[in-house]
């Protein structure tokens, strides 16, 4: 018998670390979720929260496409998933598309970093999501091309992922054993010299 969704949360939490904010070690990413609506209440005050991640000149390149279960909104970005992301996401009762503005507005000068700043926010939307007790699962599986002409997005923005937000579920009413197997394993990350370096390929030494 599968695990149950509490049960899963409590495998998924990252060990703890000392001085290492426990938002950051809970948050993880299902692919169940519950039927349960998200408040207006509550997407506001995450959307405040990503007023405030940082970006390159303050520009904040970053729109949110945002779509409430049964509206055209969140058909249309449903519409642009992938099969496999279909299957599992139209369960969730928020689904969202990030995109960013790719020149700045105070210069028209290209901004190469505004992936990069769409990327913060996400992340910033993803830790307090968390911190409500809601989850976020950010794909890149969607089709671009489908998705700007579904909302006519101009040629000067950039797409990151989409995101379905909503209440973790149970695990059991994955539609697929391959996401069931994925839900209830343990979470891994890589060791801290795979990625900081005092030289290329050469692990900082950390305390």
Do not use: C
Request: net charge neutral; proline share 6%; charged share 20%.
């Amino acid at each position: 018998m599968p695990a149950s969704a509490a049960e899963v949360h409590e495998m998924k939490k990252a060990p703890a670390v000392d001085g290492v904010l426990p938002t950051i070690l809970h948050r993880w990413s299902p692919r169940a979720f519950t039927g349960r609506a998200v408040s207006a209440k509550d997407l506001k005050t995450i959307f405040e929260a990503v007023r405030w991640a940082p970006s390159s000149f303050n520009e904040q390149p970053w729109r949110f496409l945002v779509g409430t279960h049964g509206s055209e909104t969140y058909r249309k970005i449903h519409d642009a998933l992938m099969p496999f992301n279909q299957m599992w996401a139209g369960k969730a009762p928020v689904l969202m598309l990030g995109v960013a503005k790719t020149k700045f507005s105070h210069n028209g000068d290209p901004n190469r970093v505004a992936l990069f700043d769409l990327g913060a926010a996400s992340t910033v939307l993803a830790l307090q999501a968390s911190a409500m007790g809601l989850a976020a699962h950010q794909m890149a599986g969607f089709d671009e091309d489908a998705a700007r002409k579904a909302f006519a997005v101009p040629d000067e923005y950039i797409f990151g992922s989409a995101i379905a937000l909503g209440y973790q579920g149970d695990p059991a009413n994955l539609p697929h054993e391959q996401m069931l197997k994925q839900e209830v394993a343990p979470r891994t990350r890589k060791h801290l010299g795979e990625f900081v370096w005092k030289g290329w390929e050469k692990a900082a030494e950390l305390a």
